[in-house]
């Protein structure tokens, strides 16, 4: 029998979004945050690059919408890029209060007065990308995990698992979570509800993400009523390490806002013949153009040089990627980095407003998991941390507003695993994850076609009765549950891009290689969902 834990707000996600919201709830409301691993593990971790921001007297706030609406490719809400973008200049000043650490230009006579120093990455008109050296994201994550450590009114659970959300009238009441130190599933109750969870990355072979990002909170809202929309948008990162033993190491977009050149293996550089902005084109600019090269000419990878600037420039701006690189024997300051394109950003999600808010009542959707409308059809570089911080701060707004309101959840039944068994057959999850992971590479991938696509809802549609099977009959564990919902949102990635009949931003198709004159999002409605009525006469 698991245990029952009572909370004013339950987030689901330890990263940036999930952390920020936390700490800016009231410090009279008991908060659970639970992470699935330890703290510090997730794609938040991971981020090199930066965050976007106008903090420069050259920038305008109309500059980085126009930006985020151009790379967008048409199908951005102009309102999230607003909110989003008038946000972030207050968004560094409370990360820098909690103790972020940003780097400084080194230019400027007096240390405590030097302002920020600021990079270029793709799709980005100015110098905006405001870092900590290219482990951004360590340094915000290390901070707000110590920060909510120390603060009393939340509560830190790690190494759980989310195995479904507790649902009843409408609205979202709880979550049924696996603790997988000792494998007993609890039942975590509270007045409000939000998902943190991160991205689906993991649905590819290849991917920059960490090993959570499976899509948990994507794929446990849809099974408790809520849309989801433009799931067909994976960014896949143009550049991750090309070596045996690099797992997932994502060679930041920062060295080629340095200057950094993609060559072929002979030496040639190619991005030009693709697009004017040359390396600086968005990311799924440069992920076409190094898959049609690396398809061309049958090479393995590409190569991404850097070596002419000064060995003391790179130790000072990418000392991650330096240090990673030099353990596999590749010294970027004399030789060009291998690299390959990878999954790495899921753009669309579950849909929710500007304060978070889902389909389901009281329960709140942040982060990479999220559909807001910022990022449209493509992300541009480095604004999804600050669409963390941005909406985590605007979802706990509402919530502090609204849950004196909010009634206490009505009592839920304990997890039953009175009639399942503990599995012999765990080959079943490996096999199933390994064929998932390789038919939505190969056809769900960075070009597509109608036929791959149909093949790929076949297969996913077989699996999904086997997983099925499997769930209903032995007690869960993390790979199974990861598995039941990568399979789901797989399926979900593939219905929307089947739906899509042009080529927009990062969904390229060679039977629909135009760009349709209106652009529309590709919302899904779960059977369940309260809105669905709507749905069916819309399309009536």
């Known amino acids: 029998m698991g245990t029952r834990h009572q909370h004013d707000v339950l987030i ?19 908060v659970a945050l639970l992470s699935k691993a330890d703290l510090n593990q997730g794609s938040t971790y991971w ?4 965050m976007a921001a106008v903090l420069h007297n050259r920038d305008t706030v109309d500059s980085h919408v126009a930006d985020t609406l151009a790379a967008g490719a048409g199908l951005c809400s102009r309102e ?4 989003t973008v008038s946000n972030s200049r207050h968004c560094v000043e409370w990360l820098v209060a909690q103790g972020v650490d940003f780097d400084r230009r080194e230019d400027q006579p007096k240390e405590d007065q030097r302002e920020f120093h600021l990079t270029m990455e793709g799709g980005h008109s100015h110098r905006r990308i405001i870092h900590a050296a290219d482990r951004t994201g360590r340094a915000i994550s290390e901070v707000l995990s110590e920060r909510a450590e120390a603060t009393d009114n939340i509560e830190i659970f790690t190494h759980r698992v989310a195995v479904d959300l507790v649902a009843a009238g409408g609205r979202c009441q709880g979550a049924y979570i696996l603790d997988q130190r000792s494998g007993r599933v609890d039942l975590f109750q509270a007045r409000s509800v939000v998902l943190a969870t991160g991205g689906a990355s993991k649905a590819y072979l290849y991917t920059s993400n960490p090993d959570g990002a499976s899509g948990d909170g994507i794929a446990m809202a ?32 920062a060295i080629r806002g340095e200057g950094g050149k993609l060559l072929l293996p002979d030496g040639e550089r190619f991005m030009t013949r693709f697009d004017d902005r040359g390396e600086l084109a968005p990311r799924d600019v440069v992920a076409r153009a190094i898959d049609h090269e690396m398809k061309r000419l049958g090479a393995d990878c590409v190569f991404l040089d850097i070596s002419h600037k000064s060995r003391e420039f790179l130790q000072s701006h990418f000392p991650t990627v330096m240090s990673r690189c030099a353990d596999f024997g590749i010294d970027i300051a004399a030789e060009p980095i291998p690299v390959v394109p990878a999954a790495h950003y899921t753009c669309g999600g579950i849909v929710v407003d500007t304060s978070g808010r889902t389909d389901l009542e009281n329960l709140y959707a942040i982060g990479e998991a999220s559909c ?19 909406y985590a701060e605007s979802a706990a707004g509402h919530i502090a507003r609204t849950l004196p309101e909010v009634a206490a959840p009505d009592p839920a039944p304990a997890w039953d695993e009175s009639q399942v068994t503990d599995s012999d057959e765990d080959v079943v999850i490996s096999h199933n994850w390994d064929e ?18 149909q093949r790929a809802l076949h297969r996913v549609e077989l699996l999904q009765a086997e997983i099925a099977e499997y769930y209903g009959n032995y007690k869960v564990g993390n790979d199974l549950l990861e598995l039941r919902n990568l399979a789901m949102v797989a399926e979900l990635m593939i219905r929307c891009a089947i739906s899509r009949r042009e080529s927009r931003g990062l969904h390229y198709t060679l039977d629909y290689p135009e760009i349709l004159p209106e652009a529309r999002d590709t919302v899904l409605y779960p059977p369940n969902s309260p809105l669905q009525s709507e749905s069916d006469a819309k399309s009536a």
Request: charged fraction near 20%; glycine fraction near 10%; proline fraction near 3%.
């Open 222 to 253: 849809w099974r408790a009523g809520c849309r989801v929309a433009n799931l067909e948008f994976n960014q896949f990162h143009p550049t991750c390490l090309y070596h045996p033993r690099a797992k997932s190491f994502l060679i930041t977009e």
């Open 436 to 453: 998932l992971r390789r038919f939505m590479w190969d056809y769900v991938g960075i070009v597509r076609t109608n036929k791959r696509l």
């Open 12 to 30: 689901i996600g330890s990263g940036a979004a999930g952390l920020s919201l936390a700490l800016h709830l009231p410090r009279e409301y008991r």
């Open 372 to 390: 807001t409308g910022l990022h449209g059809a493509n992300r541009m570089a480095s604004n999804s941390l600050l669409e963390c911080i941005v």
């Open 47 to 50: 981020a090199q690059g930066g």
């Open 80 to 83: 999230a890029v607003e909110f």
